[in-house]
C-alpha cells in the first residue's frame, strides 16, 4: 500500500511538473495577406543539397509546409500524398517544399525511401518555423508544429491550413486551389513510323 501511495504521489509531481512548467513561446501564424517572411537555406531534392531562398519562387505559387519528423508515422502520410498527388501540382504550377528539423542525411534518406519528388528545407535552427509561427509545436519533444502555407506568385500568403489531417491534407489544397482535376500531362508519344 506504501509502495502504490508513493508511485501515486510521484505521478502526480512528474505530471504537475509537465503542466506547470515554463512554456516556450510560439510566434502567431502568418496571417492571410501578409508577405511571407523571407528565407534562405539549405534545400535537399533527391540526393542532392543546394542553396535556396523563398524568392526564387517569385512568379509561382509556393506550397510550404511544416512537418515535426522524418519517417514517423502522421509525417510520412503526409509526404506520401503530396508524392501521390505531385503530378496535379506540377501541372497547375504549384511548388512544394518540406521543412522540418531534420539533418540533410535525414532527408535523403526520407526522400529516397519513399520516393518524394519534392525537396525538404533544412531548417536545424528553426529560423523558417520561427517566422511562420511553427517551432516548438510539441514542446516537450522540441518539434515544429504540422502547418501549411500557400504563398502566391508575388509572395503573400494566400492561405493558411494550421489544422492538418496528413493522409487528406494535400488533396485539401489542390480542391482549394481548384487543382484537383489538374489531370497529369500524358507523356509525349513518339510518331510510329508507316508500315511500307
Do not use: W
Amino acid at each position: 500500500m506504501k509502495l502504490l501511495t508513493f508511485a501515486l504521489i510521484v505521478l502526480v509531481v512528474a505530471v504537475g511538473a509537465i503542466a506547470l512548467r515554463p512554456r516556450i513561446a510560439r510566434a502567431d501564424l502568418v496571417k492571410v495577406g501578409q508577405l511571407a517572411p523571407p528565407f534562405s537555406a539549405q534545400m535537399v531534392a533527391g540526393d542532392q543539397q543546394t542553396p535556396v531562398s523563398l524568392s526564387d519562387f517569385h512568379g509561382r505559387k509556393v506550397i510550404l509546409y511544416f512537418y515535426p519528423k522524418d519517417d514517423t508515422p502522421g509525417c510520412t502520410k503526409e509526404a506520401c500524398a503530396f508524392r501521390d498527388g505531385y503530378a496535379r501540382f506540377q501541372n497547375a504550377g504549384l511548388v512544394v517544399l518540406g521543412c522540418s528539423i531534420d539533418s540533410a542525411d535525414s532527408h535523403k534518406e526520407f526522400i529516397r525511401k519513399y520516393s518524394l519528388p519534392f525537396s525538404l528545407l533544412l531548417d536545424p535552427d528553426r529560423k523558417i518555423a520561427s517566422a511562420y509561427g511553427a517551432a516548438n509545436g510539441i514542446p516537450i519533444l522540441g518539434l515544429d508544429r504540422r502547418v501549411t502555407y500557400v504563398i502566391d506568385e508575388n509572395g503573400k500568403v494566400l492561405k493558411v491550413y494550421p489544422n492538418v489531417d496528413p493522409a487528406t491534407h494535400a488533396i485539401e489544397i489542390l480542391n482549394d486551389l481548384g487543382a484537383a482535376d489538374a489531370t497529369p500531362a500524358a507523356p509525349e508519344q513518339t510518331p510510329t513510323p508507316a508500315a511500307d
